[in-house]
């Protein structure tokens, strides 16, 4: 930590005179910060730069770098609360603190990042999801984000919730009713097997009979064709109309 001496003292009011010019929408001067923080020999000029940030936009700020890579930003979505959240880097604070020019431009994208709030939580809503928090950052190449959590509406969770289980019910229903099918057809196989047995049998008896043996038997059963064309037509409505959405 450096200690402010006059020299410092008076650097950092030339910069909030700066500043102020370059940043008119300002709520709480630079100036006005290290008036406050004077007192404190032991407050660094980017502490009274955080200070005067916290003051200005009455956020929580944070100074650090948030990696770039899916773990680290859900680590930090899931370590933060609130709407009103500021996180810059340690070396875009330095400059920050000490070029107003710098300062101007970063803090300008900040603005733009909070005041993008309200419409962000319009289209989240619209989506049916609830916002549980926002952060603007700075990191540390000068390259501005916005951090949003949320999840969805309860309401919209439970329509969710009840059009899955209806999907599940009906599927099992139609495994169900499939499988009361195959019990159907597995039976009508057995039994047409048993008929093309006593059929061959009696094509063999008619070829041993007296007569005609120039000729060839071919035997059919009714109850065979009955049940053929029923087993036919049960699997091909099932066929198009239920296991299609399977």
Known sequence: MSILGVNDMLAAYQYANKA??????????????????????????EEQYVEYLKQRYGANVMVKNIGNDQRSIDNFGA???????????????????????????Y?????????????????????GFEMSSYAVSIDEKGVGYVYV????????????????????????ARRVR???LAEEAAAERRERTELQYHK???????????????????FISRSQVSAAMAYESAIGAYSSNVLGNI
């Open 20 to 45: 102020q010019k370059n940043n008119a929408t300002g709520k709480t001067s630079f100036a006005d910060t290290v008036k406050q923080t004077a007192e404190n020999s032991s407050a660094s000029r």
């Open 79 to 105: 370590s933060i609360a609130g709407y009103n959240n500021i996180v810059i880097a340690p070396n875009i604070l330095e400059k920050m603190a000490n070029d107003p020019e710098k300062a101007a431009h």
């Open 107 to 127: 803090e300008k994208i900040i603005q733009k990042g909070l005041d993008d709030l309200p419409r962000c939580k319009a289209e989240m809503s619209m989506n």
């Open 149 to 172: 959590t949320g999840d969805l509406k309860p309401e919209v969770r439970a329509k969710i919730e009840a059009k899955v289980r209806a999907e599940q019910a009906a599927k099992r």
């Open 178 to 180: 499939y499988q009361e």
């Open 200 to 218: 061959q049998l009696m094509e063999d008896a008619l070829k041993k009979s007296d007569l005609d043996t120039a000729v060839n038997y071919h």
